[in-house]
């Protein structure tokens, strides 16, 4: 597998997060990464930055939002931009470096909440 910055991931990320979606994620803590040949069967997945690590290295949360190339790269920009609203509703509201569920007690993160951050997204 190679793993790559991804800056093409990272101007997608600041278009979303610019539209004032997830105004509690700093987007100077998100990385974008490419995988190429990974084997996983997923788009893209999100890394987050545990609190003990955050601890143990004296450094802030941060998340890594990683793309598979051989999944993600050919779809449509608005379905990229859909795939990346999903991989940000995993960062919990007060960015701690943990991970919210896709099933939650108060949020699911599902096709059609997705679908509604996406519409949002292209109005403003």
């Not at 051989?70 to 960062?91: A, C, G, N, P, W």
Request: aromatic share 8%; with cysteine.
């Amino acid at each position: 597998m190679i793993v790559e910055k991804a800056p093409d991931i990272d101007k997608i990320v600041k278009s979303v997060l610019n539209r004032k979606l997830f105004p509690y994620i700093d987007a100077s803590r998100i990385v974008c990464m490419r995988s190429i040949k990974a084997t996983s069967r997923a788009r893209a997945r999100i890394w987050s930055f545990p609190h003990i690590w955050q601890l143990a290295l004296g450094k802030p949360a941060h998340y890594i939002i990683e793309v598979l190339s051989q999944h993600f790269d050919h779809l449509s920009l608005d379905d990229k931009t859909r795939v990346i609203i999903h991989e940000l509703m995993h960062i919990p509201k007060n960015f701690s470096g943990a991970l919210v569920p896709h099933r939650g007690i108060h949020k699911k993160i599902d096709t059609r909440t997705v679908e509604k951050l996406f519409r949002e997204y292209k109005d403003k």
